[in-house]
T-cell receptor
């Protein structure tokens, strides 16, 4: 079984709809992240969480919210989806205790299309 | 100047050849360096960390030049399966996400 899973893997929705992307991990890592990837722009950090009570905004948090329900679960919500949120979304985990610092483990991605 | 810069390519290389590409970073306080590999429409996966003394993993060699602020990746005896996008990743801080910066990737195509 995969260590980091994401659901759904693909989603097509309409402008204005609320969408939730879910991420679960079995690696036992404290740190979890949400990124989006767009062609030509690379990976950009949306939110990150160092533990259940610690959630931080990343580079592009506007229009998104997150919830860390447990150490193993980190959800990303789009309250009112818009077309420029069409992208490939990745969840990732890391463990500061495993050197070198910064190694991340990614889920398989969710391809989101907003019409 | 962008924080992490890579030549997007594509690099078209015949099978069996050696290929190398660099990545430059702007912040001299950067502490950790990595190469990730990403196949089309798949998640990035760690290829190798980059250590100050340089390191090798099979056909792959990574080097760090702190004075000139770049890291490099060398692939020897390239295989068709090496075709992918290679992401340069630099970590500014001791491990916090706010310090991890991804390059946009270099696209490598190995041709038969």
């Amino acid at each position: 079984d995969a260590d980091v899973t994401q659901t759904p893997r693909n989603r097509i929705t309409k402008t204005g709809k609320r969408i939730m992307l879910e991420c679960s991990q079995t690696k036992g890592h404290d740190r979890m992240y949400w990124y989006r990837q767009d062609p030509g722009l690379g990976l950009r950090l949306i939110y990150y969480s160092f533990d259940v009570k610690d959630i931080n905004k990343g580079e592009i948090s506007d229009g998104y919210s997150v919830s860390r329900q447990a150490q193993a679960k980190f959800s990303l919500s789009l309250e009112s989806a818009i077309p420029n949120q069409t992208a490939l979304y990745f969840c990732a985990t890391s463990d500061f205790g495993i050197p070198p610092a910064g190694t991340q483990y990614f889920g398989p991605g969710t391809r989101l299309t907003v019409l | 100047r962008k924080e992490v810069e890579q030549d997007p390519g594509p690099f078209n290389v015949p099978e069996g050849a050696t290929v190398a590409f660099n990545c430059t970073y702007s912040n001299s306080a950067s502490q950790s360096f990595f190469w990730y590999r990403q196949d089309c429409r798949k998640e990035p996966k760690l290829l190798m960390s980059v250590y100050s003394s340089g390191n090798e993993d099979g056909r792959f060699t990574a080097q760090l030049n702190r004075a000139s602020q770049y890291i490099s990746l060398l692939i020897r005896d390239s295989k068709l399966s090496d075709s992918a996008t290679y992401l340069c990743v630099v970590n500014l801080s001791g491990g916090g996400a706010d310090g991890l910066t991804f390059g946009k990737g270099t696209h490598l195509i190995i041709q038969p």
